[in-house]
Antibody
């Protein structure tokens, strides 16, 4: 079955750019929406944005000015860049497949801490 | 933007109890409402999609109902392994709200 795995630096300095990659295994990345979702410690879930395998994107309006997503179908990967990060961006970041109007499956998540 | 109000924020119940969690949308979302279970240190897991459809492999003690603005998630007989935080999630056609989650309900054993 399809599995997702996030990767990237666990520590990012304030004002810099957070970069994460999600690798999809067990199936093709094609013909699906792929999303990033984050969760600060002890808090709820926030959808960041999604990308279709054509490269078309939609972002959460609250983060839109800082978010860029891309996809590499040859590597079965998609990526997230979040610029000008602050401590408020510290969270566990999940990648997930957008299956119709819900998310399934999810990656295991990766903790990104913003600190100098 | 569509807002989701989930209640209660926490809940304590005994094994075998019937447990109910509600989620209210700020406007009509048809049946575009999903429920997830998140255990500590783990990613959320889809349980119910489109308000009332049980995801494959999910035990039948879990169920969902509702449409429009008011939705209910029920565990018919609470089991120890059901201890988790539960989230509702709605979808509003992009480029409007997109995906929004409820605040979560932390379920504990009494």
């Amino acid at each position: 079955q399809v599995q997702l795995q996030e990767s990237g630096p666990g520590l990012v300095k304030p004002s810099e750019t957070l970069s994460l990659t999600c690798t999809v295994s067990g199936g093709s990345i094609s013909s699906y929406y792929w999303s990033w979702i984050r969760q600060p410690a002890g808090k709820g879930l926030e959808w960041i944005g999604r990308i279709y395998t054509s490269g078309s994107t939609n972002y959460n309006p609250s983060l839109k000015s800082r978010v860029t997503m891309s996809v590499d179908t040859s590597k079965n990967q998609f990526s997230l860049k979040l610029s000008s990060v602050t401590a408020a961006d510290t969270a566990v970041y999940y990648c997930a497949r957008g299956f119709s109007r819900w998310f399934d499956p999810w990656g295991q998540g990766t903790l990104v801490t913003v600190s100098s | 933007d569509i807002q989701m109000t989930q209640s209660p924020s926490s809940l304590s119940a005994s094994v075998g109890d019937r447990v109910t969690i509600t989620c209210q949308a700020s406007q009509d979302i048809s049946n575009y409402l999903n429920w997830y279970q998140q255990k500590p240190g783990k990613a959320p897991k889809l349980l119910i999609y489109d308000a009332s459809n049980l995801e494959t492999g999910v035990p039948s003690r879990f169920s969902g109902s509702g449409s429009g603005t008011d939705f209910t998630f029920t565990i018919s007989s609470l089991q120890p392994e059901d201890i988790a935080t539960y989230y509702c999630q709605q979808y509003d056609n992009l480029p409007r709200s997109g995906y929004t989650f409820g605040q979560g309900t932390k379920l504990e054993i009494k």
